[in-house]
Antibody, heavy 120, light 108 residues
Framework: EVQLVQSGAEVKKPGESLKISCKGS????????IGWVRQMPGKGLEWMGI????????RYSPSFQGQVTISADKSISTAYLQWSSLKASDTAMYYC?????????????WGQGTMVTVSS | EIVMTQSPATLSVSPGERATLSCRAS??????LAWYQQKPGQAPRLLIS???TRATGIPARFSGSGSGTEFTLTISSLQSEDFAVYYC??????????FGQGTKLEIK
């Protein structure tokens, strides 16, 4: 079965660091981009950035550039999203999703989401 | 960055009836347009890509049309499980992709 499994919910304090993960299975991890999407409570979907695990080519939305870091370890089929200093406004559900490399495609498989709560 | 605008924000339709959801792009995205369904507490699910191609396992009552800047998702005969929030997404000009703000499809 093709799936993306994300790490569990996190509760952090402002200023703390965090790294969440997204592990792919059932397919060739280096055959797809992995993107990250934010959904703040009660709000819509926001595209954060994307990585190609084959060579770690990473692209960010201008809205998230410098705010988060996306990385991947193809040896363990896992992508990551990390923050160096969390803010309360980072409280949201974060989804990873895969996208075909060729041809250009939509996000066809999504992880279950990781809820991040930042509160003092 | 391309802006995607969905209408209406909320659509009230009775089961068995047809629902038509719209999505407009601020500039042409060719046919690189996807539709997703999201139910409460669940991740989004891909319904349509390439503006009109149903994803694997998606029932035939879901259809997509359009190209350029105007797109439509039609659900021909609403089932109870179809009441959800629907998002369009362009992936033609990226980064970043852009999502619409969503249309909530509710039971009338």
């Amino acid at each position: 079965e093709v799936q993306l499994v994300q790490s569990g919910a996190e509760v952090k304090k402002p200023g703390e660091s965090l790294k969440i993960s997204c592990k792919g299975s059932g397919y060739s991890f280096t055959g797809y981009w992995i993107g990250w999407v934010r959904q703040m409570p009660g709000k819509g979907l926001e595209w954060m950035g994307i990585i190609y695990p084959g060579d770690s080519d990473t692209r960010y939305s201008p809205s998230f550039q410098g705010q988060v870091t996306i990385s991947a370890d193809k040896s363990i089929s896992t992508a990551y999203l990390q923050w160096s200093s969390l803010k309360a406004s980072d409280t949201a559900m974060y989804y990873c999703a895969r996208r075909p490399v060729v041809p250009l495609g939509a996000f066809d498989i999504w992880g279950q989401g990781t809820m991040v709560t930042v509160s003092s | 960055e391309i802006v995607m605008t969905q209408s209406p924000a909320t659509l009230s339709v009775s089961p068995g009836e047809r629902a038509t959801l719209s999505c407009r792009a601020s500039q042409s995205v060719s046919s690189n347009l996807a539709w997703y369904q999201q139910k409460p507490g669940q991740a989004p699910r891909l319904l349509i890509s390439g503006a009109s191609t149903r994803a694997t396992g998606i029932p035939a009552r879901f259809s997509g049309s359009g190209s350029g800047t105007e797109f439509t998702l039609t659900i021909s005969s609403l089932q109870s499980e179809d009441f959800a929030v629907y998002y369009c997404q362009q992936y033609n000009n990226w980064p970043p992709d852009s999502f619409g703000q969503g249309t909530k499809l509710e039971i009338k």
